[in-house]
């Protein structure tokens, strides 16, 4: 049933407006991202340069001799999953809470998972399904990430695991690659293995540490799976506001494409009532002459 000039009219008005709030968002979330990319990308240096000296360190240190280093058969496995606490951002989301699933169901199908959701949309997600998590963690990635955060979150981690209550730690997450492209990522914090890290010149070997090196490595290890953390959670949040910046344009640009539509078709129906109504006059005129 064709729409009448004056619910076009309506619609259109609604439309528009639906434009100027998509608009302002896209706004919002650019004017975050760029804040929150130019944090992300700065830690990445930081992070890098840890891994070398955490490698070069337990080069000349047994792996047993901290907890954190050492493997053993995997019986139960801790997942952190990182999501926002709010949507409009397109795929985000569901790439992570899907590559989620894939790991229960495939990867440790045979293994205890333990899951602890940061955001509401993994809260919402699992508990929909009857899937109970270890810890949940909300509006903590609201605006800004906070190291307190990842530092009280990776605590409880770090309990479990060396009291073996848990045999390893991942974080699946958002990697922010550009504007246009996030990766979900799955990175085994625990046990801290660097099989990937590329060499550094630099060697620690020939340097004297007080008091010893095992002790250098009982600060930096557990401070290591903090900040690996704590970029994870950089990383999200530069994602969520370039998906989300993504899908704001689209929506607008959508939206403008259904005003120009509603347009059309309005000036269509005014064309078919001002024809008709001439029709009438002119009919009206032919009779009165007869």
Not at 195 to 210: A, M, N, R, S
């Amino acid at each position: 049933m064709a729409l009448s000039m004056k619910d076009i009219k309506r619609k259109i008005a609604s439309v528009k407006k639906t434009q100027q709030i998509t608009k302002a968002m896209k706004m919002v979330a650019a004017a975050k991202l760029r804040k929150t990319q130019e944090a992300a990308l700065q830690f990445r240096p930081y992070i890098n340069r840890l891994e070398q000296v955490i490698t070069s360190l337990t080069e000349y240190t047994s792996h047993m001799e901290h907890p954190l280093l050492r493997f053993r058969d995997v019986k139960t496995v801790d997942i952190v999953v990182l999501t926002s606490d709010r949507g409009l951002c397109g795929a985000f989301n569901h790439n992570v809470l899907k590559e989620t699933e894939s790991l229960i169901k495939n990867k440790f199908a045979n293994n205890t998972v333990n899951l602890t959701l940061i955001g509401r949309f993994a809260n919402n997600y699992f508990k929909f399904r009857g899937i109970s998590p270890k810890h949940t963690y909300s509006d903590i990635l609201k605006d800004k990430a906070e190291f307190g955060d990842a530092s009280t979150i990776m605590e409880n981690a770090i309990k479990d695991f060396t009291q073996e209550a848990t045999d390893e730690v991942y974080i699946v997450y958002n990697k922010f690659v550009n504007v246009l492209v996030q990766k979900v990522v799955v990175k085994k914090v625990l046990p801290i293995s660097f099989g990937d890290t590329v060499p550094t010149e630099q060697t620690y070997d020939k340097f004297e540490f007080e008091p010893d090196k095992s002790t250098v490595l009982n600060e930096l290890l557990p401070k290591y799976a903090k900040i690996s953390l704590y970029e994870s959670m950089l990383e999200s949040l530069a994602g969520e506001y370039a998906a989300r910046m993504t899908a704001m344009d689209a929506a607008t640009s959508n939206a403008g494409e259904m005003i120009k539509n509603l347009t059309l078709e309005f000036n269509k129906a005014r064309q078919a009532s001002i024809t008709r109504e001439l029709i009438e006059i002119t009919t009206s005129i032919e009779a009165m002459k007869q």
